[in-house]
């Protein structure tokens, strides 16, 4: 058990660091899960997966909770009563991690599985976020050297890295300039990375609608669906272009629909990082508050962008979905 710091930051600023933690690489996944599994199966489960991501991290602060009051109580003697438990997160000075509250609460061996857990989730974690900015970044810096080339999409479809020389030479720069940008703010103290996640926090906003408003700006210009005028374009007649449009809606796989659980999972998921984040907030009372208001916001975020994209661009969606700019070129 470590003491923290006086609180530093306010509510809003706690809502950003959180939304930088949850809103990582996993939700540039959920259009091209949602197209493949079937758009309506694929939202209503990208909802109730919502649900209980949010409900198990108010979980996590009432547990929190009960094990500051069992340290309390074991340094200062019980209360005259019981306290409530409901809605009231009022955090002591002491932080418990998630470890030490799987020991206190489930023993050394509901620790040691924790760790063994963690100790993997932050692994394939790297290896996800590595993987990401190393392929967009080499696809889309312009390389053309002896040694480097910039890499296409088809480099990265179906592998964990690229095989081709002058990509693969571009991809691992590119991870390693990734690495020299992220290491070092990961050492700064929270309460010195407060501008610095606020604006993180507003590009991750921005990026998210832009590309949400490029896609429906697209399709309502020329649009794929419901409108005669396309069909000309597409030399379609008009009910195999609504049946196209409405497939992508009712269709559903369930080897797509399967993999919908754990990418939705992976971009709802920050409940590691709830107490070293909610330690700083001034406001302790309105944490549940705080903690609803964010995976309300995450999801409509991740409707709108698995939505808006996956309806323009169907089939053509590349697994990380920023790469389908790449492949398809940024055309309306």
């Known amino acids: ?9 306010s509510s809003v600023v706690g809502f950003f660091f959180n939304l930088n933690l949850i809103v990582g690489s ?11 599994a079937g758009l309506l199966p694929g939202v209503l489960t990208l909802l109730v997966v919502a649900f209980f991501s949010g409900l198990t991290a108010r979980w996590i602060l009432e547990t929190m909770y009960r094990g500051q009051e069992i340290v309390r109580r074991r340094s200062s003697g019980p209360r005259d009563a019981s306290p409530s438990m409901s809605g009231s997160y009022q955090q002591t000075p002491a932080k418990l991690e998630v470890g030490e509250l799987c020991q206190m609460f489930g023993g050394l061996w509901a620790r040691f599985a924790y760790d063994a857990s963690n100790f993997i989730y932050a692994g ?3 290896w996800a976020y590595g993987t990401l900015a190393g392929s967009a970044w080499a ?10 080339g910039q890499c296409q999409v088809s480099d990265f479809r179906g592998h964990s890295h690229p095989a081709e020389n002058y990509c693969w030479n571009s991809y691992a720069l590119c991870v390693l300039l990734f690495g020299f ?10 309460s010195e990375q407060k501008v610095v996640q606020l604006i993180l926090g507003v590009v991750r906003l921005l990026m998210i609608v832009s590309m949400s408003i490029y896609a429906l700006v697209g399709e309502i210009k020329d649009p794929k669906c419901w409108k005669p005028e396309s069909v000309v374009k597409r030399n379609h007649s008009f009910n195999e272009t609504y049946n196209e449009c409405k497939e992508v809606w009712t269709s559903f796989s369930f080897d797509g629909w399967i993999v919908v659980f754990p990418v939705i999972t992976y971009a709802l998921f920050l409940h590691l990082g709830i107490p070293t984040l909610t ?4 406001d302790k009372k309105n944490l549940g508050t705080l903690m609803t208001t964010l995976f309300i916001a995450c999801t409509f975020l991740y409707v ?4 808006s994209v996956g309806v323009r661009y169907k089939d053509d969606v590349v697994e990380t979905c920023t790469l389908t700019w790449v492949s398809i070129g940024c055309t309306m």
């Open 1 to 9: 058990m470590s003491n923290a710091a006086a609180p530093s930051y």
């Open 139 to 148: 696809s889309n810096i312009p390389f053309d050297t002896h040694t480097l």
């Open 181 to 190: 940008v992220v290491i070092p703010l990961s050492c700064v103290e929270l």
């Open 304 to 307: 709108l962008i698995g939505v």
């Open 279 to 282: 330690q700083p907030i001034k």
């Open 26 to 36: 996993g939700f540039l996944g959920i259009p091209y899960v949602l197209v493949h």
């Open 124 to 126: 394939l974690a790297l």
